[in-house]
């Protein structure tokens, strides 16, 4: 039997961990929320989430940080980011790194579904 992909959210407000965990679990996948970077980084096991869907704007180690360090400790695996502060020279710089994409909040949850299904297939946005 298949393993259930496991994505992770990594976001400081809980509201929006919540109703991304609800939607994540709604498409029949397993969710694990981190309420940070620090956090994720600290609990997260050592097997990489399939996706995982984190805020840009968060303490002590921002979205993009975090991304800097996975990807320094040899640990890839498709990013969707989303940042109710978006800017051009953050989303160049998170794409670049190899984001899956890099959403506005609030994002509808049709666009959210879209781009996590694109991501866990291994397609382009």
Known sequence: MAKTPVIAIVDDDEGVRASLASLV??????AQAYESGVDFLRK??????????????????????LQAQLI?????????????FPSESMRQRVMAAGA?????KPSSGDEIIRYLEQA??????
Not at 25 to 30: A, I, P, V, W
Not at 49 to 55: E, F, T, Y
Not at 72 to 84: K, L, N, Q, V, Y
């Open 25 to 30: 679990r709604s498409l029949g996948y397993d």
């Open 44 to 65: 997260a096991p050592d097997d990489d989430p399939a996706c995982m869907i984190a805020d840009i704007q968060m303490p002590v180690i921002a979205g993009d940080e």
């Open 72 to 84: 320094a400790s040899g640990r890839r695996f498709p990013i969707i980011f989303m940042t109710a």
């Open 120 to 125: 866990l297939a291994g397609q382009a946005p």
């Open 100 to 104: 899956h994409c890099y959403l506005g």
